[in-house]
């Protein structure tokens, strides 16, 4: 099969009632796609790359493959607190491989279809496999989250639980034995991430900062913290995770929950005197929220136990060359 | 280097007034950009990854390939009629190398001041070679340039010349030998091509259709014949080409000028009774065009010599996977 049949057999799709707003003017197929956001709103725009063996494994069913690229950019959408709107795929495949495309194509318009959103543009070529999507949302002017507002005396919220995508990855590396349905749990974490789209936008006027966590707790809220120019205590013992998880060593929980990387859950900062609305957001959204630490005008990043006492805080976030 | 290192030292760059408009709210380093149109106009959105061997020859000079990574972008939006505003860049880098980075940001850049945009996000991991752009334009409302709009009794236009990029290639593979001045001349126009951005812009209300000669002009040309429901007689010998080219085989004209590929120039459609108005768009952006055929409502493609005899006109576009 030619690249202009591939395409037009995987991704080029009529407007239908079963995909979204149909808010491009013009979609796949001419040379730019065209749209534009509703008035007195601002473009959100993220686009992440992945690499097989650094962002999923070779073991990967093509289905959640699909689902993953599009997810892990709806996840950076999420943490400004932006509306999706519509995404451009630019995809490089070893060969034409109606094996891997078809299912790759039906998860990726899966959860497409599950926000309202169309992909609306983008570029198949032959080479080793890499995966880049460029995602497209919309806020209103001003209202974005950012990693910036975070102030002394705010309290740090963590949604759902942090560190089965990297239980899994131990799974994978053979450091970790998990079995049946604990495994199946574990890597559904790492392969389809649920972005935390709904909870993003209940968070505006609410959260003072926000960023998803896809390096590491730990990591990311450093970005936050130096983006805010200040400091954190986290309770590491406080931080939500799974019973799968909670069963493992003690050093294992802390490394899959602070530094585990690939949960692509929303961290936030909101002011005390918000509680009620955080967790009203959390309740519309229908997504578990979790208060683990407080923000504080010394910089630096403080990791301790529930019993207060200070753990190695030197949580490094995931560093694609390190 | 670290990842954040990395981006942080070839990839921000302060707001200056080197470095255009300064649309972006927020630039790279949070989880989204954020920008809007102007009021009034859409948003054209256009996304190309180049891969190793299949986009550019391991021999490009990372300045170069930066320049081109964004100039095949740009040529999209300048196929579209639209004004540059931003891009993203995601990177796939085997190693974080400042000998590669450097240089190929500095092309970037270059590039990218020249038509008054920035770098608003993105990504860069490890992995094989694979470079993935995202432009951004505007165009007002119902005005972009697109593929359908040819209409029978149109004239067909191509804007600059046809076939050094694909030229070059043949030399690199040893199909040809080229030295000296000549050689550099069909090297530069594959490795830096000069999108057609000024002349996309002037022929909006002028041009009936267009599309950027990205995969040959043959090949392109189907496009627009197919989203217009026409057909087309081609002047073979009417198309433009350097006097490098014109000195090559009859036969490897042929291929070149037809079915070359790389050219990032303008092909394009308009009524008889604006050819003084396309001379005029021409000469504002200070780029040849040439007549070189026109639009029938017999559908196909029918390539002829300037005696009118019919050539072979199976001049298939660049397939990715062929």
Not at 12 to 37: I, T, Y
Not at 150 to 170: F, I, K, N, P
Request: aromatic content about 6%.
């Amino acid at each position: 099969m030619g690249e202009f049949e591939l395409i037009a057999r995987h991704f080029k799709r009529a407007p239908g009632p079963g995909s979204g707003a149909r808010r491009a003017a013009l979609g796949v197929g001419d040379d730019c796609a065209l749209f534009a956001p509703d008035a007195g709103m601002q473009l959100a725009v993220t686009s992440d790359m992945l690499v097989e063996g650094r962002h999923f494994l070779a073991t990967v069913p093509p289905a959640r493959l699909g689902h993953k690229a599009l997810a892990v950019n709806l996840s950076d959408l999420a943490a400004c607190g932006a509306e999706p709107l519509a995404f451009t795929l630019a995809l490089a495949l070893p060969r034409a491989d109606e094996a891997f495309l078809a299912p790759f194509a039906a998860g990726l318009f899966a959860l497409a279809d599950a926000h309202g959103i169309e992909l609306v543009g983008g570029d198949t070529t032959a080479g080793p496999l890499n995966i880049c999507i460029t995602a497209f949302g919309q806020v209103p002017a001003g209202q974005a989250l950012l990693r910036s507002g975070a102030r002394a005396g705010d309290d740090l919220w963590v949604s759902g639980r942090l560190g089965d995508a990297r239980l899994a990855l131990e799974v994978f590396r053979g450091a970790v034995s998990l079995t049946g349905d604990a495994f199946e749990q574990v890597r559904a974490a790492m392969e389809t991430p649920q972005p935390r789209v709904a909870l993003g936008r209940a968070l505006r006027g609410v959260a003072t900062s926000a960023i998803d966590v896809s390096d590491g707790f730990a990591g990311d809220l450093g970005h936050v913290l130096a983006a805010s120019g200040v400091g954190a205590v986290v309770d590491a013992d406080a931080l939500p995770r799974s019973d799968v998880l909670a069963r493992q060593a003690p050093a294992l929980q802390h490394l899959c929950t602070l530094a585990g990387g690939d949960d692509y859950e929303l961290l936030f900062t909101a002011p005390q005197a918000r509680r009620e609305a955080v967790l009203a957001a959390a309740q519309a959204a229908g997504v578990p929220v979790t208060r683990c630490g407080r923000i504080e005008a010394e910089a630096g990043l403080r990791v301790q136990d529930a019993a207060g006492r200070a753990l190695e805080s030197n949580w490094r976030g995931f560093d694609h060359f390190a």
